[in-house]
Structure formats: C-alpha cells, structure tokens
C-alpha cells in the first residue's frame, strides 16, 4: 500500500529566511509523480510542484525546489526567501497512474514570522 | 472558467439527515475525484470518475455515500443518514487526462453534523 510520511506536523520561519519540509513516500511502483500542495487557511489546494518519478533532475518552480532521493524515497521542499504568504499548510501527495488516486501525506502546518 | 467549484461551502445538518454536495469541474477535464478531509488530516481519497464512469471507490465510502456524475460534467456526492463521524471537508478535484497529471482542487464543502 502506498505511504507519505511528514514527520515534521509543525515549522516556523522568518520572513526572507530558507525553510525545508520534509516528506518520504513507500511505494513498489516504478511509474509514480510527487506532488507538494499547498492550503492556505480556509482557502483552496493549489499544487506548488511536482516531481515525475523518472526525471532524476530536481524540479524548480521559483522560489520552490525539491530535493528528490529516490532510492530513499524521500521528497523534501524547500522554500528559499520565504513570504507571508507562504503561511499555509502543505501536503505531500504520490500519484500512481495505475490506481488513478493521489496518497497525501498528514500535512505540515507552516508559519512565516515578520 | 475560473476552476473547479463546490456547492454549498458550508453545510450544517442533524444526525440522520440526507446530504447533497455538488462539485463542478473545469468544463475540459475529463477526470473526476472526490477526497474526504478531516482535521489533522490530509485528504483521503473517495471514488473517481471518468466521464460518466465511476471507477474506483475506496473503501471509506460506505453504502451511506453515493457518487454521480451524470452526462460527464457535473457530480454529486450524497450521504445518507449522516453520522457525525462524516463530520469533514469534502474535496473534489478535476483533471485532463494525459498531460502533467496534476490536479486542481475546489474550496470544499465543509460538512458539520450535529
């Protein structure tokens, strides 16, 4: 069965500064996609960025990378000059293709200080 | 089409009593998810539909819940005689087949029963 782990339920950052989160993942596939999601307070998911499983490059996005282990499974984000608006939970998710389902993690509640 | 829509956001209803959630995709999205979030929680994963067809459904959704999605658009999530552990956000999100496999998410429907 699949499994995300976040080990971290809770992390603070000041503003400006760099923050990582972490994520592992257990799976026997070997066509997978990794996901950060980001939910700000009473507001939508909205996807940060994503990993395809075969790409050994580390995706980028801006201000957001991903240190992708593949063989430990593991899928960190780090977010550098963090901003007030990066306050918000953030999920890590795997996507299978053949179970057509994202698995996501419990989540890491994020908080930027001024 | 400004994404993925749910309908109502908030819903407060007795112990007992019938609910109806309705979740409108981004009109070219062919794909179809219903996810169930509690607190502390990331989503969990309920039934998928492609098109018309519903083809997956998780253990999670007992014989209370029922999913449609007639016509290929729209979708309705139903739960019969509510309990108040169906308590949760219920997410829904949509996705084109093929492509970078990422999903989009609406705002939820958040489900109190009391």
């Known amino acids: 069965a699949q499994t995300v782990t976040q080990s971290q339920p809770e992390m603070s950052v000041q503003e400006a500064e760099t923050v990582t989160l972490s994520c592992t993942y257990d799976?026997?596939?070997?066509?997978?996609?990794l996901f950060w999601y980001k939910q700000p307070p009473s507001r939508q998911m909205i996807l940060v960025i994503r990993q395809e499983a075969y790409k050994q490059q580390n995706a980028t996005e801006n201000r957001f990378s991903v240190n992708f282990q593949k063989a430990a499974k593991s899928f960190s984000l780090k977010i550098s000059d963090s901003q007030l608006g990066d306050t918000a939970m953030y999920f890590c998710a795997e996507f299978q293709g053949g179970s057509e389902k994202l698995v996501f993690g419990k989540g890491t509640k994020l908080t930027v200080n001024p | 089409d400004t994404g993925v829509s749910q309908d109502p956001r908030h819903k407060i209803t007795k112990r007992g009593q019938n609910v109806t959630f309705r979740c409108d995709p981004i009109s070219e999205h062919n794909r179809l998810y219903w996810y169930r979030q509690t607190l502390g929680q990331g989503p969990e994963f309920l039934t998928y539909?492609?098109?018309?067809?519903?083809?997956?459904k998780s253990r999670l959704l007992s014989d209370r819940f029922s999913a449609e999605r007639p016509k290929g658009s729209f979708s309705t999530l139903e739960i019969q005689r509510t309990e108040q552990g169906d308590s949760a956000m219920y997410l829904c999100a949509s996705r084109r087949s093929g492509g970078r496999n990422e999903a989009f998410f609406g705002q939820g429907t958040r489900l109190t029963v009391v």
């Open positions: 799976t026997s596939e070997n066509n997978y996609y």
């Open positions: 539909f492609q098109n018309e067809a519903q083809l997956e």
